[in-house]
Nanobody
Framework: VQLQAFGGGLVQAGESLRLSCVAS????????IGWIRQSPGKEREWLSS????????YYADSMKGRFTISGDIAKNTVHLHIDGLKPEDTGVYYC????????????????????WGRGTQVTVSS
C-alpha cells in the first residue's frame, strides 16, 4: 500500500498550489481520504477530507474558503487546491485514508487515519 503526495514547492505568499495524492496497492473506493499538515513546531493538523462513496467534502473551519478538495476515485487520485497561500501554510502535507464507514466526527483526528503517504513540502515565503 502506498500513498504518494506531490505538488508542493516553494511559492510566494498569495499564490496557489494544487497538491495531488495518488494511491497504489489500495483502492480509494470505500475510503475517505484526508489531507493533514505538519507545520514546524506544531501538532499535525487535519485540513480536509473527501468521501469516495458520495463525494461529500469536509473542511476544518479555519481552512474553509481557501482550500478545495476534489477527487477522481477512478484514478485513485485526490487533489487539494490551496488559494491565497500564507507563510503559516508552510509545512509537510500528507494524504491518508480512513474507512468510509467511520463516523465523520472522527475525520478531524489525524490519529484515526491508518494509511499515510509520504508528504510533500510546501514552503510559502512572505
Amino acid at each position: 500500500v502506498q500513498l504518494q503526495a506531490f505538488g508542493g514547492g516553494l511559492v510566494q505568499a498569495g499564490e496557489s498550489l494544487r497538491l495531488s495524492c495518488v494511491a497504489s496497492g489500495i483502492s480509494m473506493d470505500y475510503h475517505t481520504i484526508g489531507w493533514i499538515r505538519q507545520s514546524p513546531g506544531k501538532e499535525r493538523e487535519w485540513l480536509s477530507s473527501i468521501s469516495s462513496t458520495d463525494g461529500s467534502t469536509y473542511y476544518a473551519d479555519s481552512m474553509k474558503g481557501r482550500f478545495t478538495i476534489s477527487g477522481d476515485i477512478a484514478k485513485n487520485t485526490v487533489h487539494l487546491h490551496i488559494d491565497g497561500l500564507k507563510p503559516e501554510d508552510t509545512g509537510v502535507y500528507y494524504c491518508a485514508v480512513i474507512p468510509d464507514k467511520t463516523d465523520s466526527s472522527y475525520y478531524d483526528d489525524p490519529n484515526a487515519y491508518y494509511y499515510w503517504g509520504r508528504g510533500t513540502q510546501v514552503t510559502v515565503s512572505s
